[in-house]
């Protein structure tokens, strides 16, 4: 199984720390084709209520990150195909929120013109609602 790469190094859960998520690109070996997304490290899971209590429970276990290859549906096929030794991975930005990655996926996704090169990227989709609140650990300015 081929690993995540963060500035050049593998990256494992042992490195994941206060992070939330990371904002990714995938690139096709074969042909250069490149696929930039986002993946959360953890998934909530809701459980049943306890004998006698209302109140769901919640259940935080670690997501399938680490054979995770992005929601393309090309790319999902050429992965059953012919096997994640295509694919290359790399960790672009790693985010404390999810309003943050949602921001830096979008932001790679446009200052790359995703969309306009469809025989560079895979991605078919770009989009997100994002307030300034989630953004807020990446502002530059002192008024956060």
Known sequence: MNTWKYKGKAFTSENIGDYV??????????????YIGKKNF??????KPLKGQKRKRTKITESDWTTYHGSSEEVKTLLEE?????????ILHLCMGKGEMSYLEMKEQIIRDVLLKP???????????IHRNHVKNLCTSSKK
């Open 42 to 47: 953890y998934s909530k899971t809701k459980l």
């Open 21 to 34: 998520g990371f904002v990714y690109i995938v690139t096709d070996n074969d042909n250069g084709m490149k």
């Open 82 to 90: 012919h096997g994640d030794k295509r694919f290359s991975r790399e």
């Open 119 to 129: 025989d560079e990227y895979y991605n078919a989709f770009v989009g997100g609602k």
